[in-house]
């Protein structure tokens, strides 16, 4: 499934989506991002590529050309796409339509199987949501970085890494401050958001409220919430002491995290993934940030926080 924040194409008669990289080639050779299937359409037909702030579509030099909206593109000459353009690769049983003309975000494809796994909501991890030994991360800057288990970060390229045993290739869009229909500035991010932690008294239910503005936006009751609220109280505390920096505060060692939660590190990294997953369903850009890592640390990301007992 797209994410909210990708562009997207979708095939008109199967109704099969395909999330578009920065930059992809259209065609029915094996390894292009879009795979057609009619024999009117060449083996690399044509690229759709992200300019910075808008798709652009180009013909590669096809047998039986590249059509928007009805119209044959001259070759190698290029054209802005918005959304609902149809384009016709070739022939009437190849024509797509871009359903989605946000901006790119990192894709991996495996090198072995073809799977393409696209970023939702501000993250990817492999090989999958239920054994988190790699993620692949945005930051409040747009940025993207490879995130290992054991808190190491670095940033992310095009590139290829091979987890578990298997090897998948690794393609980052350019950072542009527009992407399609993003805002320029994030209405809800962890770097505007506050947090309200309501916990019984017997701190068997942890429940978790976004507070923005005078909105306030229930996350309900949820397991992984018991994590975040470990690092709520550490960054309060170190915050309330005042010996540290503000950069410095609320650091939580990964072994005794895990220890304090009876969890194994696998699990954690799970929770995690999903503390993440449940701030970007909840509207949040670049939600990665509600946990910070740095390597063997954690911290909440934020420091606007209120725990209440009930």
Same mark, same amino acid.
């Given at each position: 499934?797209?994410?909210?924040?990708?562009?997207?194409?979708?095939?008109?008669?199967?109704?099969?989506?395909?999330?578009?990289?920065?930059?992809?080639?259209?065609?029915?050779?094996?390894?292009?991002?879009?795979?057609?299937?009619?024999?009117?359409?060449?083996?690399?037909?044509?690229?759709?590529?992200?300019?910075?702030?808008?798709?652009?579509?180009?013909?590669?030099?096809?047998?039986?050309?590249?059509?928007?909206?009805?119209?044959?593109?001259?070759?190698?000459?290029?054209?802005?796409?918005?959304?609902?353009?149809?384009?016709?690769?070739?022939?009437?049983?190849?024509?797509?339509?871009?359903?989605?003309?946000?901006?790119?975000?990192?894709?991996?494809?495996?090198?072995?199987?073809?799977?393409?796994?696209?970023?939702?909501?501000?993250?990817?991890?492999?090989?999958?949501?239920?054994?988190?030994?790699?993620?692949?991360?945005?930051?409040?800057?747009?940025?993207?970085?490879?995130?290992?288990?054991?808190?190491?970060?670095?940033?992310?390229?095009?590139?290829?890494?091979?987890?578990?045993?298997?090897?998948?290739?690794?393609?980052?869009?350019?950072?542009?401050?527009?992407?399609?229909?993003?805002?320029?500035?994030?209405? $809800?991010? !962890?770097?505007?958001? =506050? /947090?309200?932690?309501?916990?019984? @008294?017997?701190? %068997?239910?942890?429940?978790?409220?976004? +507070?923005?503005?005078?909105?306030?936006?229930?996350?309900?009751?949820?397991?992984?919430?018991?994590?975040?609220?470990?690092?709520?109280?550490?960054?309060?505390?170190?915050?309330?002491?005042?010996?540290?920096?503000?950069?410095?505060?609320?650091?939580?060692?990964?072994?005794?995290?895990?220890?304090? $939660?009876? !969890?194994?590190?696998? =699990? /954690?990294?799970?929770?995690?993934? @999903?503390?993440? %997953?449940?701030?970007?369903?909840?509207? +949040?850009?670049?939600?990665?940030?509600?946990?910070?890592?740095?390597?063997?640390?954690?911290?909440?990301?934020?420091?606007?926080?209120?725990?209440?007992?009930?």
């Amino acid at each position: 499934m797209a994410s909210s924040d990708m562009g997207v194409l979708k095939h008109i008669s199967s109704g099969r989506t395909v999330v578009l990289a920065a930059d992809s080639i259209v065609g029915r050779a094996p390894r292009c991002t879009v795979q057609l299937a009619d024999p009117a359409a060449s083996h690399n037909h044509a690229s759709i590529s992200w300019n910075g702030s808008r798709w652009e579509a180009r013909d590669l030099g096809s047998t039986n050309s590249t059509f928007v909206d009805g119209e044959a593109l001259p070759p190698r000459n290029r054209v802005l796409l918005a959304r609902q353009t149809v384009l016709r690769f070739g022939a009437d049983a190849e024509q797509w339509e871009l359903i989605d003309d946000r901006g790119p975000v990192v894709t991996t494809r495996s090198t072995r199987t073809g799977d393409v796994r696209a970023a939702e909501d501000g993250q990817l991890v492999l090989p999958d949501a239920t054994n988190v030994l790699l993620s692949i991360v945005e930051d409040s800057e747009g940025h993207w970085f490879v995130e290992t288990p054991d808190g190491s970060r670095r940033p992310a390229g095009d590139e290829q890494i091979t987890v578990a045993g298997e090897t998948w290739e690794v393609s980052v869009p350019p950072r542009s401050p527009v992407a399609g229909t993003y805002k320029v500035r994030p209405s $809800l991010s !962890v770097n505007t958001l =506050a /947090l309200r932690f309501r916990v019984s @008294r017997n701190e %068997e239910h942890v429940c978790v409220d976004i +507070v923005h503005g005078k909105d306030v936006l229930p996350l309900g009751e949820r397991a992984v919430f018991d994590a975040l609220l470990l690092l709520a109280r550490e960054r309060l505390k170190d915050a309330a002491e005042g010996s540290l920096p503000e950069e410095e505060q609320g650091w939580y060692d990964l072994e005794t995290l895990t220890q304090d $939660l009876h !969890v194994e590190e696998k =699990a /954690l990294n799970v929770n995690i993934y @999903r503390l993440r %997953e449940a701030f970007g369903k909840a509207g +949040v850009e670049r939600s990665a940030d509600i946990v910070e890592r740095r390597r063997r640390l954690l911290r909440i990301g934020t420091s606007r926080i209120e725990i209440l007992k009930s």
